[in-house]
């Protein structure tokens, strides 16, 4: 890409803030009008939402400011690489959305999208995509060469379906051969793939490996989600109720190998994990590798639900907490009955905040990781200001398409 090409995209960091939802949404509207068959790649609530449309504009933002420095992009590229390389995003898929998105710029910007803007903005594209192809093989090629490593997806047998709470039920996977699965550390996800009868395009889920790898088995945990008012019941929830209804013990369900970039850094720092909701499910999963892993590494759990019905794997973490003395555990529930005993159930009524929570953190530096519904998240950066905790000791994750990693690039 030519220097006077990269100023020309930097230049148009302005237009992307004030245009770069309309451009985006403009994109996904012709993309999925003449590539239909892209729905089932891409989540179409995400799309019903604004989400992916928000998500893609915040990462084409982020690009082009970053553009003569792309290195400080790795945290960025690294998510969005792990979340295609699970939906099969392949390189002849590229030039399709280059196409789309040049044409969505010209649509938005009329004008003001000159010929050496165009120009500009191809060259960027052909940048990026080549190194999201580069990393994305390097993918699938360590997915399918690892022991037990497959490519795509391949079958896995349901071998135990657990009910955790009102709304998450866990499904116990392994291979139909017995043949061993593919390691993974600790918050990476599983791709999912299924069909619902009726529904018009096979559709693709990620849901967090909620227990540690043992070589032979899977946990993944599902909440079954419900629509909003404000989109179509038969798109948000359709793979999570799907499971929950139709999948049983004994059946087969279609998956990919693990991925995920939201993992545990190697240090001897203390860890922090906070989750709210369904957002426990990687949280667990890295609670119990740091209660068994032989380093002693002091971890504290929070989680945050709104009452004793939806509080998932509550026996699972005491047990953990009280085995192991380097790891403590702190639950909050919004709503607290008779019934619930403190210390228990519970530990303190109400949300997560700074005052609450203080007294429970370690006192040396402290690696933060969070992951939850997008309102948690904004509530948990806040609580992370109040205590004046580095960017760089915060890890996250949001169960929504998400540009919080802007955050953390604005500040690079």
Known sequence: MLQHQKEIVQATVPVLQQHGETITTEFYSTLFEEHPSLFNIFNPANQQNGGQARSLAASILAYAAHIDKLDQLGGMVNRITHKHASLEVQPEHYPIVGDHLLRAIRTVLGEAATPAVIDAWGAAYGQLAEIMTGVEQKLYTDGREQLGGWAGYAPLKVER????????????????????????????????????????????????????????????????????????AAENGLISNHLHESVHEGDTILAHVPQGDFVLRSNSKPVVLLS????????????????????????????????????????????????HPHTRALIYYEKVTPADVQGRDFDVEGRITIDSLRPYLFEQATDFYYCGPVGFMAAVEKVLDQLNVPLSDRYSEAFAPDPSFITELANA
Request: charged share 20%.
């Open 276 to 323: 709210g909701g369904v957002g426990i499910t990687p949280a667990i999963c890295m609670f119990e590798h740091l209660a068994r892993n032989s380093s002693h590494r002091p971890a504290l759990f929070v989680h945050a639900t709104t009452q004793r019905r939806h509080h998932a794997f509550r026996d699972e973490v005491r047990s953990l907490a009280a085995a």
């Open 161 to 232: 379906k657990v009910v955790e709470s009102e709304t998450i039920t866990s499904f116990h996977l392994s291979s139909p051969t017995g043949a061993p699965l593919p390691t993974f550390e600790p918050g990476q996800y599983l791709g999912v793939k299924a069909h619902v009868p009726d529904s018009a395009f096979t559709q693709i889920r990620q849901y967090s490996l909620s227990k540690i790898a043992d070589g032979r088995t899977y946990r993944i945990s599902v909440k079954r989600e419900s629509a909003p008012a404000h989109i179509a």
